[in-house]
């Protein structure tokens, strides 16, 4: 029989998200999107994760003309904080270009689940709206998330 690993609940480790944390977090995300390489949808993401101690991890798409070879905002901003050492966080922001809200792709919202539990924050908006944001939980984007 497999090893059937399941990571630790998160949520009792989860801190309170002020709401000017979540501002920065945004703004850190816009951030990242005016750095996203994306020469052929030219759709600038920026994602950053809230980690430990309130410091922030960001990332950008970067797309490359075998698109699926294509890293989304969310996932490099994932590998940048693993890189860091950091694996838990109570926050997510995503940001990108265009006139609607930019809700994470599946491949991200798995990815994000491996080190996210069902209450993190997720908070999403249009870069040049910053101000009219949606907040919902991980557990509300991806209700029934693959698991080990």
């Given at each position: 029989?497999?090893?059937?690993?399941?990571?630790?609940?998160?949520?009792?480790?989860?801190?309170?998200?002020?709401?000017?944390?979540?501002?920065?977090?945004?703004?850190?995300?816009?951030?990242?999107?005016?750095?996203?390489?994306?020469?052929?949808?030219?759709?600038?993401?920026?994602?950053?994760?809230?980690?430990?101690?309130?410091?922030?991890?960001?990332?950008?798409n970067v797309e490359n003309a075998?698109?699926?070879?294509?890293?989304?905002?969310?996932?490099?901003?994932?590998?940048?904080?693993?890189?860091?050492?950091?694996?838990?966080?109570?926050?997510?922001?995503?940001?990108?270009?265009?006139?609607?809200?930019?809700?994470?792709?599946?491949?991200?919202?798995?990815?994000?689940?491996?080190?996210?539990?069902?209450?993190?924050?997720?908070?999403?908006?249009?870069?040049?709206?910053?101000?009219?944001?949606?907040?919902?939980?991980?557990?509300?984007?991806?209700?029934?998330?693959?698991?080990?």
């Open positions: 029989m497999a090893n059937k690993r399941r990571p630790p609940a998160r949520s009792a480790q989860i801190p309170r998200v002020t709401p000017a944390a979540l501002k920065r977090l945004l703004r850190r995300a816009a951030a990242a999107a005016r750095r996203a390489h994306c020469p052929y949808s030219h759709y600038h993401v920026g994602a950053a994760l809230l980690g430990p101690g309130q410091r922030m991890y960001a990332g950008c075998s698109y699926g070879l294509t890293l989304c905002a969310e996932r490099n901003a994932v590998v940048q904080a693993v890189a860091a050492g950091i694996k838990t966080f109570s926050a997510v922001a995503i940001v990108a270009d265009g006139p609607a809200i930019p809700f994470p792709c599946g491949a991200c919202r798995q990815v994000l689940v491996e080190f996210c539990g069902p209450d993190t924050i997720v908070i999403i908006a249009v870069r040049n709206r910053l101000d009219q944001f949606q907040t919902l939980t991980l557990g509300k984007l991806l209700p029934h998330a693959f698991t080990l």
